[in-house]
Protein backbone atom coordinates (compact mmCIF):
# COMPACT_ATOMS: atom_id res chain seq x y z
CA UNK A 1 0.00 0.00 0.00
CA UNK A 2 1.17 3.56 -1.37
CA UNK A 3 1.16 6.46 1.02
CA UNK A 4 1.27 9.68 -1.35
CA UNK A 5 1.35 13.58 0.10
CA UNK A 6 0.95 16.69 -1.36
CA UNK A 7 4.13 18.26 -3.17
CA UNK A 8 4.74 21.38 -1.20
CA UNK A 9 4.38 19.18 2.02
CA UNK A 10 6.84 16.47 1.14
CA UNK A 11 8.85 18.92 -0.42
CA UNK A 12 9.25 21.49 1.87
CA UNK A 13 10.20 18.79 4.58
CA UNK A 14 12.84 16.77 2.68
CA UNK A 15 14.31 19.55 0.77
CA UNK A 16 15.21 20.83 4.25
CA UNK A 17 16.54 17.37 5.32
CA UNK A 18 18.01 15.44 2.54
CA UNK A 19 17.08 17.27 -0.85
CA UNK A 20 15.34 14.08 -1.88
CA UNK A 21 13.61 14.63 -5.89
CA UNK A 22 10.16 15.16 -6.42
CA UNK A 23 8.71 12.02 -8.60
CA UNK A 24 6.71 12.27 -11.57
CA UNK A 25 3.59 14.12 -11.43
CA UNK A 26 3.95 16.09 -8.41
CA UNK A 27 3.14 13.69 -6.02
CA UNK A 28 5.76 11.66 -3.16
CA UNK A 29 5.65 8.29 -3.19
CA UNK A 30 6.99 7.01 0.86
CA UNK A 31 8.24 3.89 -0.46
CA UNK A 32 10.18 5.23 -3.53
CA UNK A 33 11.78 8.27 -1.36
CA UNK A 34 13.08 5.37 1.13
CA UNK A 35 14.45 3.16 -1.35
CA UNK A 36 15.92 5.67 -3.15
CA UNK A 37 17.27 7.35 -0.02
CA UNK A 38 18.09 3.44 0.98
CA UNK A 39 20.10 2.71 -2.44
CA UNK A 40 22.42 5.82 -2.44
CA UNK A 41 26.59 5.03 -1.73
CA UNK A 42 28.64 7.10 0.31
CA UNK A 43 29.05 9.80 -0.86
CA UNK A 44 26.33 10.61 -3.85
CA UNK A 45 23.40 10.94 -1.42
CA UNK A 46 21.76 11.90 2.29
CA UNK A 47 21.72 8.26 3.16
CA UNK A 48 20.50 6.81 6.32
CA UNK A 49 19.60 10.52 8.11
CA UNK A 50 17.76 11.09 5.33
CA UNK A 51 15.28 8.16 5.80
CA UNK A 52 15.16 8.86 9.42
CA UNK A 53 13.88 12.47 8.49
CA UNK A 54 11.33 10.89 6.34
CA UNK A 55 9.77 8.72 8.93
CA UNK A 56 9.65 11.12 11.47
CA UNK A 57 7.73 13.46 9.33
CA UNK A 58 5.62 10.31 8.51
CA UNK A 59 5.20 9.10 11.70
CA UNK A 60 6.52 5.89 11.44
CA UNK A 61 9.80 6.95 13.23
CA UNK A 62 8.71 6.05 16.41
CA UNK A 63 7.50 2.86 15.48
CA UNK A 64 11.00 2.26 13.87
CA UNK A 65 12.36 2.73 17.59
CA UNK A 66 9.96 0.32 19.17
CA UNK A 67 11.29 -2.12 16.98
CA UNK A 68 15.06 -1.14 17.51
CA UNK A 69 13.71 -1.50 21.41
CA UNK A 70 12.24 -4.97 20.91
CA UNK A 71 14.94 -5.96 19.35
CA UNK A 72 17.91 -5.06 22.06
CA UNK A 73 15.74 -7.02 24.43
CA UNK A 74 17.18 -8.86 27.41
CA UNK A 75 17.90 -12.42 26.24
CA UNK A 76 16.32 -15.55 28.72
CA UNK A 77 19.25 -15.85 30.63
CA UNK A 78 20.16 -12.59 31.37
CA UNK A 79 16.57 -11.59 32.01
CA UNK A 80 17.11 -14.87 34.37
CA UNK A 81 20.06 -13.25 36.00
CA UNK A 82 18.33 -9.82 36.56
CA UNK A 83 15.48 -11.60 38.76
CA UNK A 84 18.13 -13.76 40.59
CA UNK A 85 18.96 -9.95 41.78
CA UNK A 86 16.12 -8.21 42.57
CA UNK A 87 14.19 -11.34 43.80
CA UNK A 88 16.24 -13.48 44.49
CA UNK A 89 14.13 -15.63 47.16
CA UNK A 90 11.58 -15.91 44.55
CA UNK A 91 13.42 -17.03 41.55
CA UNK A 92 15.04 -19.62 43.43
CA UNK A 93 11.81 -21.17 44.84
CA UNK A 94 10.53 -21.15 41.15
CA UNK A 95 14.03 -22.80 39.87
CA UNK A 96 14.18 -25.22 42.47
CA UNK A 97 10.31 -26.23 42.65
CA UNK A 98 10.14 -26.65 38.54
CA UNK A 99 13.74 -28.85 38.52
CA UNK A 100 12.57 -30.82 41.32
CA UNK A 101 9.45 -32.16 39.85
CA UNK A 102 11.26 -32.81 36.66
CA UNK A 103 13.66 -34.65 37.90
CA UNK A 104 10.78 -37.13 39.48
CA UNK A 105 8.65 -37.20 36.07
CA UNK A 106 11.82 -37.64 33.91
CA UNK A 107 12.87 -40.43 36.80
CA UNK A 108 9.50 -42.29 36.60
CA UNK A 109 9.85 -42.01 32.56
CA UNK A 110 13.29 -43.40 32.40
CA UNK A 111 12.28 -46.20 34.95
CA UNK A 112 8.91 -47.09 33.29
CA UNK A 113 7.58 -46.22 36.50
CA UNK A 114 3.76 -45.68 35.92
CA UNK A 115 1.05 -45.25 38.40
CA UNK A 116 -2.18 -47.28 37.99
CA UNK A 117 -3.53 -44.96 35.28
CA UNK A 118 -0.48 -45.65 33.41
CA UNK A 119 0.84 -41.75 33.57
CA UNK A 120 4.22 -41.01 34.60
CA UNK A 121 2.92 -38.27 35.99
CA UNK A 122 2.65 -39.61 39.34
CA UNK A 123 1.74 -38.14 42.91
CA UNK A 124 4.99 -37.46 43.90
CA UNK A 125 5.66 -34.74 40.84
CA UNK A 126 3.74 -32.32 42.56
CA UNK A 127 5.01 -32.76 45.93
CA UNK A 128 8.32 -33.07 45.00
CA UNK A 129 7.96 -29.20 43.28
CA UNK A 130 6.92 -28.34 46.82
CA UNK A 131 9.85 -29.88 48.56
CA UNK A 132 12.16 -28.09 45.93
CA UNK A 133 10.12 -24.60 46.35
CA UNK A 134 9.19 -24.07 49.86
CA UNK A 135 12.06 -26.30 51.43
CA UNK A 136 14.95 -26.79 49.49
CA UNK A 137 15.11 -23.49 47.84
CA UNK A 138 14.69 -21.86 51.39
CA UNK A 139 17.47 -23.42 53.05
CA UNK A 140 19.90 -23.62 50.45
CA UNK A 141 19.79 -20.04 49.93
CA UNK A 142 20.07 -19.02 53.77
CA UNK A 143 22.86 -22.02 54.21
CA UNK A 144 24.65 -20.73 51.00
CA UNK A 145 24.46 -17.01 52.15
CA UNK A 146 25.81 -18.10 55.51
CA UNK A 147 28.28 -19.49 53.57
CA UNK A 148 29.37 -16.34 51.48
CA UNK A 149 29.28 -14.09 54.19
CA UNK A 150 31.03 -16.13 56.08
CA UNK A 151 34.29 -16.19 53.76
CA UNK A 152 33.23 -12.83 51.80
CA UNK A 153 36.52 -10.46 50.53
CA UNK A 154 38.70 -13.91 51.20
CA UNK A 155 40.12 -15.21 48.13
CA UNK A 156 43.13 -17.06 49.05
CA UNK A 157 43.67 -20.41 48.11
CA UNK A 158 43.79 -21.65 51.85
CA UNK A 159 40.24 -19.50 52.69
CA UNK A 160 38.56 -21.50 49.13
CA UNK A 161 39.92 -25.00 50.62
CA UNK A 162 38.47 -24.00 53.81
CA UNK A 163 35.19 -22.96 52.57
CA UNK A 164 34.69 -26.29 50.57
CA UNK A 165 35.45 -28.60 54.11
CA UNK A 166 33.07 -26.13 55.64
CA UNK A 167 30.42 -27.04 52.61
CA UNK A 168 31.33 -30.40 52.65
CA UNK A 169 31.15 -31.05 56.41
CA UNK A 170 28.49 -28.18 57.49
CA UNK A 171 26.37 -27.35 54.82
CA UNK A 172 25.78 -31.19 52.92
CA UNK A 173 25.15 -32.65 55.86
CA UNK A 174 22.42 -30.64 57.09
CA UNK A 175 21.17 -30.46 53.84
CA UNK A 176 21.01 -34.02 53.03
CA UNK A 177 19.41 -34.75 56.33
CA UNK A 178 16.16 -32.43 55.32
CA UNK A 179 16.43 -34.26 51.98
CA UNK A 180 16.14 -37.68 53.27
CA UNK A 181 12.88 -36.76 55.91
CA UNK A 182 10.87 -35.03 52.99
CA UNK A 183 11.98 -38.17 51.03
CA UNK A 184 10.69 -40.31 53.45
CA UNK A 185 7.91 -38.00 53.71
CA UNK A 186 6.44 -38.34 50.21
CA UNK A 187 7.25 -41.93 50.27
CA UNK A 188 4.39 -42.71 53.01
CA UNK A 189 6.52 -42.34 56.04
CA UNK A 190 4.12 -41.85 58.78
CA UNK A 191 5.93 -42.70 61.92
CA UNK A 192 9.19 -41.70 63.88
CA UNK A 193 11.12 -44.72 63.18
CA UNK A 194 10.19 -45.08 59.46
CA UNK A 195 11.79 -41.85 58.96
CA UNK A 196 14.78 -42.08 60.80
CA UNK A 197 15.55 -46.02 59.14
CA UNK A 198 15.47 -44.03 55.80
CA UNK A 199 17.72 -41.20 57.27
CA UNK A 200 19.85 -43.94 58.70
CA UNK A 201 20.00 -45.82 55.33
CA UNK A 202 20.32 -43.00 52.74
CA UNK A 203 22.80 -40.94 54.92
CA UNK A 204 26.09 -42.19 54.24
CA UNK A 205 25.52 -43.07 50.60
CA UNK A 206 23.88 -39.91 49.80
CA UNK A 207 27.09 -38.47 51.52
CA UNK A 208 29.47 -40.13 49.64
CA UNK A 209 27.78 -38.63 46.43
CA UNK A 210 28.16 -35.03 47.73
CA UNK A 211 31.70 -35.33 48.80
CA UNK A 212 32.77 -36.62 45.25
CA UNK A 213 30.50 -33.63 43.34
CA UNK A 214 30.07 -30.96 45.63
CA UNK A 215 34.11 -30.48 45.83
CA UNK A 216 34.44 -30.03 41.89
CA UNK A 217 31.15 -27.68 41.82
CA UNK A 218 31.87 -25.35 44.87
CA UNK A 219 35.73 -24.93 42.66
CA UNK A 220 33.82 -24.37 39.59
CA UNK A 221 31.55 -21.81 41.46
CA UNK A 222 34.72 -19.52 43.34
CA UNK A 223 36.39 -19.66 39.98
CA UNK A 224 33.91 -19.04 36.89
CA UNK A 225 30.26 -17.53 38.33
CA UNK A 226 29.23 -14.89 40.55
CA UNK A 227 28.12 -15.54 43.90
CA UNK A 228 23.61 -14.84 42.95
CA UNK A 229 23.82 -17.74 40.52
CA UNK A 230 25.60 -20.38 43.22
CA UNK A 231 22.29 -21.89 44.39
CA UNK A 232 20.52 -22.22 40.70
CA UNK A 233 23.83 -23.57 39.76
CA UNK A 234 23.92 -26.25 42.65
CA UNK A 235 20.41 -27.02 41.33
CA UNK A 236 20.82 -27.37 38.27
CA UNK A 237 23.61 -30.15 39.15
CA UNK A 238 21.40 -31.85 42.11
CA UNK A 239 19.17 -32.16 39.37
CA UNK A 240 21.02 -34.23 36.47
CA UNK A 241 22.45 -36.67 39.53
CA UNK A 242 19.49 -36.73 41.65
CA UNK A 243 17.51 -37.94 38.05
CA UNK A 244 19.93 -40.59 37.54
CA UNK A 245 19.80 -41.98 41.37
CA UNK A 246 15.70 -41.63 41.16
CA UNK A 247 15.61 -43.82 38.45
CA UNK A 248 18.25 -46.16 39.47
CA UNK A 249 16.41 -46.86 42.64
CA UNK A 250 13.12 -47.11 41.08
CA UNK A 251 13.84 -49.41 38.23
CA UNK A 252 15.81 -51.72 41.72
CA UNK A 253 12.05 -51.27 43.10
CA UNK A 254 10.14 -52.07 40.04
CA UNK A 255 12.83 -55.51 39.84
CA UNK A 256 12.13 -56.30 43.40
CA UNK A 257 8.25 -56.08 42.82
CA UNK A 258 8.81 -58.23 39.87
CA UNK A 259 10.12 -60.93 41.64
CA UNK A 260 7.86 -60.87 43.95
CA UNK A 261 5.30 -61.37 41.99
CA UNK A 262 6.20 -63.58 39.36
CA UNK A 263 9.15 -65.46 41.27
CA UNK A 264 12.24 -65.42 41.00
CA UNK A 265 12.56 -67.42 37.27
CA UNK A 266 9.09 -66.39 36.43
CA UNK A 267 8.36 -64.11 33.39
CA UNK A 268 9.19 -60.26 33.87
CA UNK A 269 7.21 -57.10 32.90
CA UNK A 270 8.95 -55.03 30.18
CA UNK A 271 7.17 -51.55 31.94
CA UNK A 272 5.29 -50.24 34.53
CA UNK A 273 4.31 -51.80 37.36
CA UNK A 274 3.24 -55.88 37.58
CA UNK A 275 0.18 -55.07 39.80
CA UNK A 276 -0.71 -52.12 41.94
CA UNK A 277 -2.11 -54.10 44.24
CA UNK A 278 1.23 -54.86 45.51
CA UNK A 279 2.97 -52.77 48.07
CA UNK A 280 5.33 -50.49 47.25
CA UNK A 281 8.22 -50.67 49.28
CA UNK A 282 9.28 -46.95 50.91
CA UNK A 283 12.55 -45.57 49.60
Known amino acids: ?33 VGEALTKGSGSGPGYLA ?69 YFTSRVPKMALYGAFISAPLGHVLISILQKTFAGRTS ?27 ALIAGARTFHQVKATVKAGFWPVMKVSWITSPICLAFAQKFLPQETWVP ?33 GRASTSGRPDDNYPRPNY
Open 51 to 119: VCEVFKEHGVFAWSLRMESSLTTDFPHQAYLKQLQSNPMRTKMLTSGTLSGLQEFLASWIAHDKNKNGH
Open 157 to 183: LKAKILQILVSNLVVAPIQNSVYLIAM
Open 1 to 33: MSVKFKEETITEKISGAAGLSATKGGKHDLAHE
Open 233 to 265: FFNIVAFVIGTYINSHTKKKRLAALRRKHYGEG
